[in-house]
């Protein structure tokens, strides 16, 4: 008993009140997990206000003491289960991301939310802690600084991936997206929340659990789409719902198309993001052929609207000296002409937008009259632009659109002169010009030649290799673009099926060659050079002269585009035979001037050579054959010519005499020693081959290795010596 009079005594009660009501606390966490409080004489414990939620109170009455309580706790833990966890972890992980200052740790903590929400078990703890979920990520989303870009993109993704996780609530996700989308003014933003909507379509996948929810989002891009200065990831989005839900798009398709075009036909936004929208619609061709009657009536608006600009010749020219001004409803050219290259270039698209639908042979409405009546309107609209005011954008945009024309169709005689003169005429017109005109030119060249061929006219080919032709000089060009285009060219010649005019392109490509030798060859020595033979002399080089560096570089090239010939097995047996005798005998191989000064035109000639002789198998077998097929190492030889049988020999002379030779190119000595190795392999391989090493022409081969190892060793002790 205290007295109620003693201060110090009552101190001291208060004092054991308190603590044991704080021991008591303590062992109620301890046993029951935190589930009791003691409120000994209606005291709470020192300090509970301060602690937040870390003691749970039962209000229900116990039963039995504590053994009651720890049951009860059993039994609400195996209620809670997983769940409990996956919500503590799903909250730990977003607090994280909320407060973790550390920005890879914070980068890290995303990354395992997002495989987190890719779980298919943790949908439960993503529906109830939704709310929480989606304003954690959009606050990240909205956060300013540079340096947290990719994390940004990784709280975008985890919005992506929550629509697809919870799909029953994606309606609601997506509409969250789209509130947030509008309320933002800043683009960055925008562009993260139409990375998440695209990121939650690749989620959503083909799932018919999506596809109520596909229209509200089609027609909420589609409005986005038209509001937009620069329109990729709305399109990706756009695109990504096309590919699953083709049968949702197919209602928007035209209004996705009428934007697209719009800012196809603008010709004052850049280079990269027309050809971005050209490859857009050119991705859509399912839905293009699918709605044929709108693919054709739009590329009827634009074939009108380009010869509106183009039907009356003032209407293009400039300003006419005089007092009188111009009409105002009439462009100037510097209005007008850039957008006839845009109507050109759109045209082009949606023609390759309808792919191999656009054709003839796949019946109406594209038929061979409605391909030649365009092609025959989009002529004559470059045309005159080009007699008025000479614009490579024009010219450039109007030779792909004839290209993708050309593809579809077998132009009749008439509209075959105006093409071959169309293209003529756009040579001519390449000189000084830009790296995309004369691209487009060559590839048009080369189509034209293509898709002709056999009713190619001799005369065209001669005016392509004349010595005065364009194409002859964008070999020379600086942009290795433009030489590999004009090799391009030459290939297609080449390759006719035109007896007559492959032989006149062949005979035109050996006069240059001729001419190109004859020019490295007469300044070197005082009396008359060894020249090629008189077999491939053209007139039409007759009086010309190169000068040594174009002479080289001519022949290099000339050389390069024979390989076409000299490679391809089912090419005229006669042009194969006149070339192997011109890179064997013809051309002055051996000559010890050309090798030291231009010891370049001698390998290229070697390389070709070598090039023809293993694909055909250094014509080994062939110099054995009879007039009827012979059986040679289990393979039919078929009946080759007497003058094929000589080609090996001839080949084993050649060998033999070059590296017999003391100044050769060691690029040129490397080669020539690889093609012995080669040869004398193949001979090794059969006995059949036994009756070849009598032949004169192997024992000067023999001759030639030979004093190829001398020379090696001569200079390896002179390498000694010094």
């Known amino acids: 008993v205290v007295p109620s009079d003693s201060p110090d005594s009552l101190q001291l009660l208060h004092s054991n009140a308190y603590a044991a009501t704080d021991s008591l606390d303590r062992e109620g966490e301890h046993e029951a997990g ?61 607090r994280r991301v909320s407060r973790e200052d550390d920005r890879e740790r914070r980068l890290l903590t995303l990354k395992q939310l997002k495989e987190f929400i890719s779980h298919s078990e943790n949908k439960g703890a993503l529906v109830k802690q939704m709310e929480t979920t989606l304003s954690t990520l959009s606050e990240v989303l909205n956060e300013s600084s540079k340096l947290l870009w990719e994390m940004r993109q990784e709280a975008a993704a985890c919005l992506g991936l929550l629509c697809g996780a919870i799909s029953y609530e994606a309606e ?10 509008s309320g933002s003014s800043r683009d960055k933003v925008k562009l993260l929340y139409l990375i998440a909507m695209q990121r939650g379509l690749e989620a959503a996948g083909e799932r018919k659990a999506f596809t109520q ?111 009188e001004p111009r009409d105002e409803d009439v462009p100037p ?64 945009a109007g030779n792909e659109c004839v290209s993708v024309l050309l593809v579809s169709l077998e132009p009749s005689a008439q509209l075959t002169e105006v093409v071959l003169a169309y ?9 000084g010009c830009g790296l995309d005109y004369s691209l487009a030119v060559l590839g048009l060249l080369t189509l034209i030649v293509d898709q002709i061929n056999t009713r190619l006219p001799v005369s065209f080919v001669e005016k392509l290799l004349a010595p005065n032709s364009q194409l002859l000089e964008l070999r020379f060009h600086r942009e290795k673009e433009v030489m590999a285009a004009t090799h391009g060219v030459y290939q297609a010649l080449l390759s006719l099926k035109n007896i007559p005019t492959l032989e006149a392109a062949y005979k035109l490509v050996l006069g240059e060659m ?109 110099s054995l054959s009879t007039s009827s097929p012979s059986l ?48 004398s392999l193949l001979m090794k391989k059969t006995d059949t081959y036994a009756p070849l090493l009598s032949l004169n022409s192997f024992h000067k081969f023999c001759k030639g290795v030979l004093a190829n190892g001398k020379l090696n060793a001569q200079h390896e002790r002179w390498a000694f010596v010094n």
């Open 333 to 396: 050219p510097t209005v007008s002409l850039p957008k006839l290259a845009a109507l050109l270039r759109v045209f082009s698209t949606v023609v390759r937008s309808i792919g191999g639908r656009f054709s003839p042979t796949r019946g109406p409405p594209i038929t061979q009259e409605y391909v030649s009546d365009i092609l025959n309107r989009v002529l004559s609209c470059v045309s005159t632009a080009r007699q008025v005011l000479f614009s490579e954008a024009v010219l450039t």
């Open 632 to 679: 040679f190492d289990g393979a039919v030889i078929s009946t080759v010519t007497t003058a094929t049988k000589k080609h090996f020999s001839t080949l084993l002379s050649l060998l033999g005499s070059l590296l017999s030779k003391e100044h050769l190119y060691p690029e040129a000595r490397k080669l020539l020693l690889t093609w012995a190795l080669e040869i």
């Open 34 to 94: 935190g589930g009791g409080c003691d409120t000994t004489f209606g005291w709470k414990p020192m300090g509970q206000e301060l602690r937040l939620n870390d003691v749970n109170v039962d209000l229900t009455p116990f039963q039995d003491g504590n053994r009651a309580l720890t049951s009860k706790d059993m039994r609400k833990s195996q209620d809670r289960g997983m769940p409990h966890t996956e919500e503590s972890r799903l909250a730990n992980l977003l």
């Open 514 to 622: 001729s001419c190109g030798v004859d020019s490295l060859l007469a300044p070197l020595e005082d009396g008359p050079a060894p020249s090629p033979s008189t077999d491939i002399q053209h007139p039409a080089f007759a009086s010309v002269l190169l000068p040594p560096e174009r002479a080289e570089f001519t022949l290099i090239f000339d050389l390069g585009a024979l390989t076409t010939i000299g490679n391809t097995k089912n090419s005229l047996i006669g042009v194969r035979r006149a070339l192997f005798a011109l890179l064997s005998q013809n051309l002055p191989l051996v000559h010890c001037e050309l090798a030291v000064h231009y010891p370049a035109v001698q390998y290229s000639v070697l390389y070709t050579l070598y090039s023809h002789c293993t694909r055909h198998d250094h014509f080994i077998s062939a």
């Open 172 to 181: 609601r996700i997506f509409k969250w997206l789209f509130l947030k989308f």
């Open 423 to 431: 293209g003529l005429d756009q040579l001519a017109a390449c000189h």
């Open 213 to 323: 929810v596909m229209q509200l989002v089609m027609s909420s891009l589609q409005s986005i789409l038209e509001n937009l200065d620069t329109p990729e990831q709305s399109v990706k989005c756009i695109l990504q719902v096309a590919r699953a839900y083709p049968h949702v798009f197919s209602t928007n398709f035209r209004d996705t198309v009428d934007i697209l075009v719009g800012w196809h036909i603008d010709h004052t936004q850049k280079q990269l993001l027309t050809t971005n929208v050209s490859g857009w619609l050119q991705s859509l061709e399912q839905f293009w052929v699918a709605d044929l009657a709108f693919s054709t009536t739009l590329l009827g608006q634009f074939l009108e609207d380009m010869e509106a600009y183009a039907e009356v010749k003032q209407r293009l020219s400039p300003l006419p000296p005089g007092p």
